[in-house]
């Protein structure tokens, strides 16, 4: 083997390696004269022109958009672009009936210090109290402080959670949250199984699926609820049914950043969580993650809990000391007033009504152009687009996204959103392929020209032939 050969010819010369699965179609012509995707790949190879570095795991599906962006010059002039790619919502204070952000934080003295790295109590004691007003009232069983991690965001929690797992089969769903990619590669103290989920069906998760991967033997499951891309949620009752076959069976981790945003119940305020149906919330190994991030608009703030069984959240604790250091403790104690049961639920009624709008504006539009939509988000500020309607030169993620670009638009390619941890799989073959997810996170004047970059696109391109007449006023 000569000095320059590639990682994946070293690899295949390594008899303990995993066996690399072929595609079953490799990539079409289109593909292979595809600038977007030959970078795609290059990134994905591994690489390395530094000893040691493995840039390929710098960044995220999101990251890696951004940094096509930057190339096109959304570095400069941001406000330039419609950012319809990254998974944050609109931080501003003018959403009727939100309250206010802070301007300004007091640092006290106890903020200068180094904070535990479990979170200060305070704040643990008002995530307890605000998961038991909506969802344990009546319940024997109630959460502490003690069954409360404060953590530096949504991705240091898995992170911890990953950190303190024992030696098991870990079951994930495709498509999900493209940051568990790294979670699920880090570590070696579990085995990450995919279960992929039917478009057909909505991509839905039926209790079955889940009975079936608990009876091969998968003691973890991972996933999103409210789901990331999809928008589609897991009701109460049937997250009951799951959770039933899961007790002294499965530890469940449930990421629920986007609980908030639930648009099923006529956008009453309810927030769907597992915490509805633990029964002994010491003894069910249910893991709930969740935060300021998302439903409560401060993505900056870098403010997360982790909810679960005293023991576990020892653990989870104990590893930040070694992992990440803990969250930053003046933003933790100003988070401490916002948690107020009765002001969370004005807040995310007002959070329901303001994004079921802009959802409802994004749908219309879409379908206004032709896309055909095979279901509507019920949850999340995303939507999960199929582009196989579409001309062949833009018919899947990574070539939309790059007419996207000259456009000045940015979606993030469906491709990531198909978990691939140690690359096992050759991507170009996945069943996320020919989607984008699109976020109407964004103020509505961003999605105004996101969409209008989407029509200029279609014309460029000549789809939807008998809505040509609509694109000539763009």
């Known amino acids: 083997m000569t000095a320059n050969a590639s990682a994946s010819e070293k690899l295949d010369d390594v008899t303990s390696a995993e066996p690399k699965v072929s595609s079953s179609r490799g990539p079409s ?60 919502p609109e931080v501003e204070d003018d959403i009727e009936g939100c309250f206010e952000r802070p301007h300004s934080i007091n640092i006290s003295i106890t903020g200068r210090e180094y904070g535990p790295t479990a979170g200060i109590k305070p704040l643990r004691k008002a995530v307890a109290d605000l998961y038991n007003a909506h969802h344990r009232q009546g319940k024997e069983s109630q959460y502490t402080w003690e069954n409360v991690c404060i953590v530096p965001g949504g991705r240091a929690g898995l992170i911890r959670i990953a950190a303190v797992l024992g030696n098991a089969y870990l079951g994930f769903f495709i498509p999900d949250y493209t940051a568990y990619n790294e979670m699920l590669s880090l570590f070696r103290n579990f085995a990450a199984i995919p279960i992929p989920l039917s478009r057909e069906d909505k991509y839905h998760i039926h209790p079955d699926k889940i ?22 949620m897991v009701s109460v009752p049937e997250l009951a049914k799951i959770q039933d076959m899961a007790r002294g069976r499965a530890t469940l981790i449930m990421d629920e950043f986007y609980s908030g945003y639930n648009y099923t119940t006529d956008c009453d305020g309810s927030v769907i969580s597992s915490a509805d149906n633990v029964q002994d919330v010491d003894k069910d190994d249910v893991l709930i993650i969740d935060g300021l991030t998302k439903r409560f608009r401060l993505p900056g703030w870098r403010v997360a809990w982790i909810i679960g069984p005293k023991e576990f959240v020892k653990a989870i604790g104990s590893c930040g000391s070694y992992l990440d250091g803990g969250c930053n403790v003046p933003f ?29 504006y994004v749908v219309g539009r879409l379908q206004d152009m032709g896309f055909d939509l095979p279901f509507v988000p019920d949850s ?55 989607f984008v997810r699109v976020s109407y996170g964004p103020r509505m004047d961003v999605l105004k020209g996101g969409l209008d970059g989407f029509e200029r696109i279609l014309k460029k391109y000549s789809a939807f032939p008998d809505k040509k007449k609509k694109y000539q006023s763009v």
């Open 29 to 88: 012509d289109n593909e292979k004269n595809s600038d977007i995707h030959r970078q795609f790949r290059e990134a994905h190879e591994g690489h390395k022109a530094h000893a040691g570095l493995d840039p390929s795991r710098a960044s995220t599906g999101v990251v890696w958009t951004t940094e096509r962006a930057y190339e096109h010059g959304f570095l400069e002039n941001p406000k330039e672009w419609a950012n319809l790619g990254q998974g944050a």
């Open 211 to 232: 009975a079936d991967e608990i009876k091969r033997g998968t003691s973890v499951i991972l996933t999103s609820n409210p789901r990331n891309p999809t928008g589609k």
């Open 332 to 360: 933790q104690e100003a988070a401490v007033p916002m948690l107020e049961p009765g002001n969370v639920r004005k807040e995310m009624k007002a959070l329901q009504h303001h994004f079921r709008d802009k959802r409802d």
């Open 380 to 434: 999340t500020f995303y939507l999960w687009l199929n582009l196989e309607q579409l001309p062949q030169e833009i018919n899947d993620g990574l070539n939309f996204f790059q007419a996207c670009l000259e456009e000045k638009v940015i979606v993030v390619p469906g491709i990531f959103f198909d978990l691939n941890p140690s690359r096992r799989r050759d991507l170009f073959d996945s069943p996320c392929h020919h």
